[in-house]
C-alpha cells in the first residue's frame, strides 16, 4: 500500500481553478461548524459559577461531622447509662488507649496489612486469569463455575486449621484466608465485566482483523476496571477480615491476635483499640482506591464529570 | 431485479471520472487502473471482473431460537472502483447485512460476495476497507485523537500503514474535529461523534469505505453540509464507497447510483443512475434533474415497499 492517502491536501489540479471559492465556502461552513461558529459571533462570556463556599465547607466537613456525631453519642451514652468498660468503654477511653501504645498498634498492624494486602493481590491476578480463560473457554467455564460456587459457599474459615497444618507459623495460612475471602467477588466481577463488551465496538475490530489479545487489551479489560473497582472495594474489607480471622486462629501478632489476646485477658481498652485501628485501616485502604478508581475510571459514568455528569 | 445494467464504471459523468484519476497518485493506484481499463469490458451477466464490490445472487437468514428470518433475497449488483454507491431501502431490509456481508464479518448463505474478486475476508485480514457503524461506536476512554488512530493501531501485522500523519491531520481539520482531539467522547455532541467515527475510517487509509448510515444523528442543516464535506473527502482519497441511508436526497446527491432495496427480505428493485456532474456542490440540490432522480428513487421505494 505504498503512498496510501497520499496528497490529502492538494486539490486536483485541472479543477482546483474554477471551483476554488464555492468548494471552499462550502467545505469551511461543514468542516468548521462548532468551532468557527462561534468566533463569528460576539464574545459570551460563561455565567459565574455560583460559588457557595458555605455549602463546599460543609460537604468536605460532613463526613467528620458523622464520624464525630457517632463517637459523641456512644459517649454520652456510656456515661447516662453509666455502663461499666468491660460492657462499653468510652470511645475517649479507647482513642486515649491507642494514643498512648503507638508503637504496639503500628507493629501488629503493619503484619495485619501486610497479610490483607498479599492476600488481596493474590485474590485479584488469581481471580483476573480464570476470569479471562472462563471468558475465553465456555468449556472451561462450565467446567468451573460449580467450583467457584462450591468456593463461595463454603464458610473458608473453616479451612484455616487446615493451612495451618500445611504451612504452619508462617504468615501464609493468614495470607490465603485473605485471598479466598476476597477472590469470589473478583472472579465474578471480572467475569462480567470481560464479557460487557460492546458489541459495535467489537464488531469494529474485527473489521480489521484485531486479534484475540488485542480484543483483550483494547476491550475487555477497559471495559472490565469499573467492575473490577466495585469488586475491589468490597474486597477490602474481606481480606480485612480473612487476615484477622488467620490470626485469631493461630498467631503471634497482626491485630486479630492483638484483639484475640485482649480478650482472653480482658484488656477492654486494647480490644476495642485493634477494632479502631482496624477500622481506620480499612477506611484509609478504601480512599486509597477511590482516588485510584476516580483517575483511571475518569471516562465512566460512575464518575460525575463532563457535561452529562448527574449532579446531586 | 434491475433492468438497468449494473456495470457503470463507464457510464459515471466524464468529468467526475476524469477529475478524480487524474494527476493523483492515490493508494489505490493499482485498482484504480485495472478499474479504468476493464470498465468497458462488461462480461455477460453485467459483472466486471474488477468490481471492488460484488454481491451474486446473495440470500441471508439469521436463526435464533425463536424465529428464522430471512433477511436477503438473490440480491446481485456490483460496485466499481471509485465509485460512489448507496443502498437504501425501508428499516430491517439487510442494508447493515448487506455492509456487514461485504465486510467479510457474516457470510452468505447462498451466493457469492466478492471483493476485488476476492472473498471479503480477505479483504477485512488485510485491512482494505474503513468501517463506519450505524452507531459511532467509540472507545469512552480514549480521546478523539487516539479514538481516530484505532484502527491502525491493531492488527499491525498487515500491510496497511494508515494515512501519513501529515494527510490525517488535514483530514481532521476539513471534518472539523481539530479543536475537540484532547477530549473525550462523551464531551462530544452526538454529530461530532460521528465525525469522529468517519475520520477514524478515513484515517486507515484504506480503499474501500463501508459506511452505515453515518449522518444519522446530525440535524438536517449539518447533514446536507457533511454530505458535500464527505463527497470532498472521498474526491481527494480515491475510495469506493458503499453507502447505507434512510435518506432519498443524501443517497442522490452522494451517489454514481442508488440501489433501491425492498421490504425484508431484502431484494434489489431498481438501480437508478445518478448522471449529475461531479464534482457536486449544494446547489445541485436546486437542480431539476435531481429532483427527477429522487423522484425516481422514490417511486422505486414504494414500489419495492409492495412487494
Ligand atoms: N445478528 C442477527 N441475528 C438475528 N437477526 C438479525 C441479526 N442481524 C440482523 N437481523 C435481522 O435481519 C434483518 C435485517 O437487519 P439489518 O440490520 O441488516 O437491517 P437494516 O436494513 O440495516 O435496518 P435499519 O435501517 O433499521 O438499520 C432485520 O429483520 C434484523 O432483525
Ligand atoms: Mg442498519
Given amino acids: 500500500m505504498a503512498g496510501s492517502g497520499s496528497a490529502f491536501e492538494e486539490a486536483p489540479p485541472e479543477t482546483a481553478a474554477p471551483e476554488a471559492p464555492e468548494a471552499s465556502q462550502g467545505l469551511a461552513a461543514a468542516a468548521e461548524g462548532d468551532a468557527e461558529e462561534i468566533a463569528g459571533r460576539r464574545f459570551e462570556e460563561p455565567p459565574e459559577l455560583p460559588r457557595r463556599p458555605l455549602r463546599r465547607a460543609l460537604l468536605l466537613a460532613a463526613p467528620f461531622a458523622g464520624l464525630t456525631g457517632l463517637l459523641a453519642v456512644w459517649e454520652v451514652y456510656v456515661e447516662v447509662r453509666d455502663l461499666r468498660p468491660l460492657t462499653l468503654p468510652q470511645p475517649s477511653q479507647v482513642l486515649r488507649h491507642v494514643a498512648e501504645n503507638p508503637g504496639f498498634y503500628a507493629q501488629n498492624g503493619w503484619v495485619t496489612v501486610q497479610e490483607a494486602f498479599l492476600g488481596f493481590v493474590l485474590a485479584f491476578v488469581a481471580a483476573v486469569v480464570v476470569a479471562t480463560v472462563m471468558a475465553h473457554s465456555e468449556l472451561f467455564e462450565r467446567a468451573s463455575t460449580p467450583v467457584i460456587v462450591l468456593m463461595q459457599s463454603t464458610p473458608v474459615a473453616v479451612l484455616v486449621p487446615i493451612f495451618l497444618l500445611w504451612f504452619g507459623f508462617s504468615p501464609w495460612p493468614k495470607i490465603l484466608t485473605a485471598m479466598l475471602f476476597a477472590w469470589v467477588p473478583f472472579v465474578a466481577n471480572a467475569l462480567i465485566g470481560l464479557r460487557s463488551v460492546d458489541v459495535d465496538t467489537h464488531e469494529l475490530l474485527r ?12 476491550l475487555r479489560i477497559p471495559h472490565s476496571l469499573p467492575y473490577l473497582f466495585a469488586a475491589g472495594r468490597i474486597c477490602v474489607g474481606l481480606a480485612l477480615v480473612g487476615a484477622v480471622v488467620g490470626e485469631f486462629f493461630n498467631s503471634r501478632d ?29 477506611v484509609a485502604f478504601v480512599l486509597l482506591l477511590m482516588a485510584v478508581e476516580k483517575r483511571v475510571l475518569r471516562w465512566h459514568a460512575s464518575q460525575a464529570g463532563g457535561h452529562r455528569g448527574i449532579q446531586a | 431485479m434491475s433492468g438497468r445494467g449494473p456495470a457503470v464504471g463507464a457510464n459515471v459523468p466524464d468529468d467526475g471520472l476524469t477529475t478524480r484519476h487524474s494527476g493523483q497518485p492515490f493508494g489505490v ?55 460512489f454507491v448507496s443502498l437504501i431501502g425501508p428499516s430491517g431490509c439487510g442494508k447493515s447485512t448487506m455492509l456487514r ?27 482494505r476497507y474503513g468501517f463506519v457503524p450505524q452507531h459511532p461506536a467509540l472507545l469512552p476512554w480514549r480521546t478523539v485523537r487516539d479514538n481516530v488512530s484505532l484502527l491502525c493501531e491493531v492488527n499491525r501485522r ?23 482531539l484532547d477530549a473525550l467522547p462523551q464531551e462530544l455532541s452526538g ?9 477514524r475510517a478515513f484515517a486507515l487509509g484504506a480503499p474501500l469505505l463501508l459506511m452505515d448510515e453515518p449522518f444519522s444523528a446530525l ?24 453507502f447505507v441511508t434512510h435518506s432519498i436526497p443524501e443517497a442522490v446527491a452522494l451517489s454514481d447510483r442508488v440501489v433501491v432495496l425492498s421490504g425484508r427480505p431484502g431484494r434489489v428493485t431498481t438501480v437508478v443512475e445518478v448522471a449529475l456532474s461531479r464534482p457536486r456542490h449544494a446547489g445541485v440540490e436546486d437542480s431539476d434533474e435531481f429532483h427527477r432522480i429522487l423522484a425516481e428513487v422514490r417511486d422505486a421505494l414504494r414500489h419495492g415497499w409492495s412487494h
Fill in chain 2, 101 to 127: 456481508l461485504a465486510g467479510g464479518l457474516l457470510e452468505a448463505d447462498r451466493g457469492r460476495v466478492a471483493v476485488h474478486s476476492r472473498p471479503p475476508d480477505e479483504a477485512r485480514r488485510q485491512k
Fill in chain 2, 219 to 242: 440535524d438536517e442543516i449539518t447533514r446536507a453540509d457533511m454530505r458535500y464535506l464527505l463527497l470532498d473527502l472521498w474526491r481527494r482519497n480515491a475510495k469506493t464507497v458503499l
Fill in chain 1, 254 to 282: 497482626g491485630l486479630g491476635n492483638a484483639a484475640r489476646v485482649a480478650q482472653s485477658r480482658l484488656l477492654v481498652e486494647q480490644l476495642w483499640g485493634s477494632v479502631f485501628v482496624l477500622a481506620f485501616i480499612g
Fill in chain 2, 29 to 83: 493506484g493499482a485498482s484504480a487502473a485495472v478499474g479504468a481499463d476493464v470498465s468497458a469490458d462488461v462480461s455477460d451477466d453485467g459483472l466486471t471482473d474488477a468490481a471492488a464490490v460484488s454481491f451474486e445472487n446473495v440470500s441471508k437468514w439469521f436463526r435464533s431460537k425463536a424465529r428464522l428470518t430471512h433477511a436477503l433475497s438473490q440480491v446481485s449488483f456490483s460496485v466499481e472502483p471509485e465509485e
Fill in chain 2, 191 to 199: 454529530g461530532l461523534q460521528q465525525r469522529a467515527s468517519i475520520a
Fill in chain 1, 207 to 218: 473489521s480489521v482483523n484485531a486479534g484475540r489479545w488485542e480484543i483483550y487489551w483494547r
Fill in chain 2, 158 to 180: 498487515s500491510s496497511v500503514a494508515g494515512m501519513a500523519e501529515h494527510d490525517k491531520l488535514a483530514m481532521l481539520d476539513a471534518i472539523g474535529l481539530t479543536p475537540f
